[in-house]
């Protein structure tokens, strides 16, 4: 059961790839009807496969624009995290209380919640995971702070991920996004630490 519920959260991980959101979110709700006879007694990875499925449905969601769901989703999530007990990473899923707190900051950021991704963001540990889930997560927290024009403290955490994982960091979308809109929004020359970012990146 755990590996079919594994192909449905890469199944769900392309529909959300391609944009075909509210398709990944339902996709989300029935392979949720599949697996639940399963939760009598779950494995660990089960637990995993299970929340993670709903961590991505969340996403979905919150770029539908559907905040009901992303919300529902995410206290599935959180219910299945509290039973695993802590963070692990069975099937390579890194799943746990800490991603789904740092799945909390990044349906925030596209709900345009800023105030609850700079509320929750900060707060969270990601020590424990993987690189990647490390930087994603600081892109989100980045993007928060620049949307409420704190540029310095973006450009920090910005520069903490690319320090992590610079290839990562340098490909993102979103840290793009973020040093493009930062030289385009600067009136003359933009900072030095800026520029040599955005040549690193290759976004100018």
Do not use: K
């Amino acid at each position: 059961m755990a590996r079919i519920g594994s192909l449905f959260r890469s199944v769900t991980h392309c529909l959300l790839s391609a944009g075909r959101f509210e398709t990944a979110a339902q996709l989300v709700r029935d392979a949720a009807g599949y697996l639940e006879p399963g939760l009598g007694e779950p494995t660990p990875a089960y637990l995993s496969i299970y929340g993670t499925l709903f961590l991505t449905g969340a996403m979905a969601a919150a770029r539908a624009e559907d905040r009901a769901t992303a919300q529902e989703f995410l206290q599935e999530a959180e219910t299945a995290a509290s039973r695993l007990g802590a963070d692990a990473n069975h099937m390579w899923t890194a799943f746990g209380p800490t991603n789904v707190a740092i799945h909390r900051v990044a349906a925030a950021g596209e709900l345009d919640d800023v105030q609850v991704a700079l509320d929750l963001g900060p707060q969270v540990d990601t020590s424990g995971l993987p690189v990647e889930r490390r930087v994603r997560h600081g892109l989100e927290v980045a993007r928060a702070l620049s949307a409420w024009n704190r540029t310095d403290d973006a450009l920090a955490a910005v520069l903490e991920a690319e320090r992590l994982a610079p290839e990562q960091v340098r490909h993102h979308y979103m840290s793009r996004d973020l040093v493009l809109g930062w030289v385009r929004g600067t009136r003359g020359r933009p900072s030095r630490p800026i520029a040599d970012l955005a040549e690193r990146l290759r976004v100018v």
